[in-house]
């Protein structure tokens, strides 16, 4: 790659849509052991640690197939990565837009499919994570620093998601880039420049980029050869129409095994694999049923949410395999055995600490935004805060709860299976800060317009009713189902039972139901 | 006002970002009185931008106000379409940036007694809301709040959701917003929309907020949207959120 090209592709590595918090973002943000590359596919410069906006752990589980190996052969590893990161960003593109607009034609899809690979292309050169020769896991990072990874995510113009570790994170990347891209596609198809065109899917396609490039009013800068910008039009016209990328690629119909199109949604996905053929289900396998994770015994379906797959284990062997496909009409033949995860994770785990109960933290702990997410805040020693959901993952039990303090929400790591006790401990003391889910002994205010009713258990039969505003005191806290629904055992007007209190998963809903009284 | 400036190879200007002010003659005079100071940039063509600088709050509200906001945010219009004022031009959205980052400034500054309904200042805020960023978007939706609900807001407020319909934060503030407006066709519409084919961040934070303009005429209609829903997050979240609400009607 020559000097003239490469001063070109720095000006194309820019992300446009100053969507989220700004920031007067330093160059080399965040960027330890920096290292240089070359121009040309998978290695260009610069990269730096990923771990500084989530865990490495997490990417080698879910992305090893897509880290470009420095100590490899140079031109067979730049074969063997363009193929995997060229597959998974055309299936990560395809699964996004047939979400997006299922009604798209394949000549839509297609085109979008181009859009996003030649995005890719001229933004990083397919760049994203490294292995370089220090053993280190690194993230591309072009325009001095500020561009992260594959689609040049701008720590100054998108703050809030660096740090959360949205680019950080190959499928929560696509997602974030995709979904400018998607505005702007969705704005190109409205622009003269683009309805006019003799050529309609190459003017949507170069129109979609020129507004990822330069803003949502840019969408016909392509046409202005007078523009400020038009060298980007440019450059970019050349990468969609050269291909250069093609050189690399010898199968561009290779299947990738990470399940992207669920990484870009979730953290915790399973790798899958078509269903056997076989009319019975296999005795000890894992099977992906729609969204969730079930192990087959005894040829029953026992079925958790998919971040829960762990928690199998106290079912039965849940190794670390390939989870086959089966529609939730062909699991239905043999029975699924819905599973609570309250219930089951404390049998595979029994040091786990249930929702609502106080966790007491034994050394300074990073708090992240997701359980591999980025760094929000650290909590220190002693701290007393209460868990508002938990993750276990991997073979090693490694536990996530959910936390709030001081008014940020995350998760913070606490240990495995075996060393958990001297990461944290549960606590009935007080909290250190106070929080708007009761524990045993608080008192609550109900809010709901409604009331409250009263049921036998959770759930069950009617006893009665706590008109709003009316107060109580708990004296159990429990969750339950995949939303961590919680329940308070009160009594009220003599009437002991349980009553609903709103849930804490995917968001929260508890101050719609009852106020934490001091 | 000062900008960072960074240089490829000697050749080009690549980058640029907004620094706090350091040069008092290059700060803008305040285009009224009762903004103590204002860190904008505002157009050289604009009528006020030799009004000299103004330290003194005037003593009451004056009609002056009212005009002088319009018109700087006018102002500010006129520097988005002509691209001649003197913000960076280092990369292909520094100027964009630059400028949204004067205009968010500035409305956060305006006072909200200066903000009332009918008034030139509002028609300018709906014209920002429509083709800000998403800072110029978060600065109007609070403005927009104090103000009383209208069709014309409304329709602002979903036209500048469309233009930057990846922006997730700004949808999760617009969420409540539209709490203003229940059972409105227009929300409805939009709200739908988004679920079912907004960008994928923007739809997941639609239906953790879609309480915000659940009632009980319109529950039924956001359930059955489910099975059209195909994102496996949005899909959960909102049912998450259907079910709790529906809960609630019926005291849990």
Known sequence: MNTKKSLTIIFGLFLTGPAFAANNTPDYYKCSYREGGEWNYGRAPQVCSANSFGSDSYLVTNYSSVFFADTASRSGERVRYMGEIHAVTRDAAKAYLLKKKPSASTTEVNAWIEAVVTTAAHESFFSMYRRTSDSRLKMMRGDYGHGHGLMQIDDRHHYSAINNGLAWNLGSHYTYAMDILYTAWRKASTLSCVTGASNYWQAHIRSAWAIYNGGSAKGCRWTNPNDRWAQNDKNFYTSLTKKAWRN??????????????????????????????????????????????????????????????????????????????????????????????????????????????????????????????????VVPVNSVLQVRDFEVRNANGDRYYKVSYQGKSGYLYAGTLS??????????????????????????????????????????????????????????????????????????????????????????????????LP | MKYLTYTVAGAALVTAVYLATTNDEERMAPPFGSVPEMNSRAPASTSDSNSGPTTKAPEKKSPNNEAAIASRLKSFKDCADRENCPYPQTDPQSYEFALHHDVANFLKQIPAAEMRDNSSVKRELLDWMKRGNGFVQAEALKHLRTLPPSTESLNAVIEGLENNYHDALIMKQAMQEFSRYPDNPAVATFVQNTLTEGPQLSAVEAAKGIRNVLTPKNVDNYEKLLPQVRSESVREALSASLKDYRYSLAGG
């Not at chain 1, 055992?489 to 934490?516: C, F, H």
């Open chain 1, 248 to 377: 690399h690629v010898s199968n561009t119909q290779q299947a990738t095994k990470i399940p992207i199109s669920c990484l870009m949604e979730k953290e915790a996905c399973s790798v899958t694999e078509p269903g056997n053929g076989s009319t019975r289900p296999l005795e000890g396998r894992l099977y992906k049923v729609d969204s969730q994770i079930c192990l087959v015994k005894n040829q029953r379906f026992f079925c958790l949410p998919e971040r829960d797959r762990q928690c199998l284990n106290a079912i039965g062997p849940a190794s670390n395999e390939t989870a086959l496909t089966w529609t939730a009409a062909q699991a239905k033949v043999y029975g699924i055995e819905q599973q609570d995860r309250h219930q089951l994770c404390p049998q595979y785990d029994r040091n786990l600490i249930p929702v609502a109960s106080g966790l007491r933290v034994l050394k300074n702990i990073n708090l992240r935004d997701t359980p591999a997410g980025g760094l929000v805040t």
């Open chain 1, 419 to 516: 060393d958990n006790s001297s990461w944290g401990v549960p606590v009935s003391s007080s909290l250190s800060a106070p929080s708007t889910m009761a524990r045993v002994g608080d008192s609550i205010r109900v809010v709901n317009l409604y009331g409250i009713n009263i049921r036998s258990t959770p759930g069950g039969s009617l006893l009665g009713n706590i008109p709003k505003g009316a107060s109580v005191r708990i004296s159990e806290a429990l969750a339950q189902g995949p939303e961590d629904k919680l329940y308070y055992k009160i009594t009220y007007q003599n009437i002991t039972g349980y009553i609903y209190a709103g849930y804490t998963m995917p968001s929260e809903t508890l101050t719609d139901w009852a106020q934490v």
